[in-house]
């Protein structure tokens, strides 16, 4: 199978994962285009989200390939970790990326102090979903006309007490 960022290479049962670069703000926006139809975060906001003490930018990667990139905001005074981004070329689907992202947001989120993580999602993206309700995610809500298309988004909680 072949990734519209490339040639998919033979990847290894877990992906690597680092935190971004300022380098890695061509491959980010290419995951953009890749993985989203709407509602893209632009060059600009990559960039300062990259740099953002607030925010934690993980990428997936196999030999030198961005595979898929996740991004999880912190607000002082917060105890939530809101996720805002989860994006993996479909290229590399299926591959576990996207949990080994989810997991690296949460695991951030602990060190952080956070008691819970939230994220929204397109109430059309099954994918997504199913990988939030198998990694312990209940759904608390939903809001109508939430995407730039008008599509609604679930919203999804996941408590990381232990």
């Known amino acids: 199978m072949e990734s519209r960022l490339g040639a998919r290479p033979a990847f290894r049962t877990e992906p690597l994962l680092r935190e971004a670069r300022p380098d890695d703000l061509d491959a980010l926006e290419r995951l953009e285009l890749a993985a989203f139809q709407s509602d893209r975060l632009s060059r600009r906001s990559l960039r300062y989200f990259i740099a953002a003490p607030t925010t934690y ?25 809101r996720i805002f981004s989860l994006a993996v070329d479909p290229g590399f689907g299926r591959l576990g990326i996207g949990r080994a992202l989810l997991i690296a947001c949460e695991e951030r989120a602990r060190k ?20 939030y309700e198998a990694s312990a995610y209940r759904r608390f809500g939903s809001e109508p006309g939430y995407y730039e298309d008008g599509a609604t988004a679930l919203r999804f909680e996941k408590s990381l007490a232990t």
């Not at 990428?59 to 996740?70: D, S």
């Not at 993580?117 to 979903?129: Q, W």
Request: charge should be positive.
């Open 112 to 131: 952080r102090g956070s008691r819970a993580v939230r994220l929204e999602v397109r109430a059309d993206n099954s994918a997504a979903i199913a990988l």
């Open 57 to 81: 930018v993980p990428v997936a990667e196999h030999e030198a390939v961005v595979a898929g990139y996740a991004m999880i905001g912190f607000r002082a005074g917060s105890a939530l970790g």
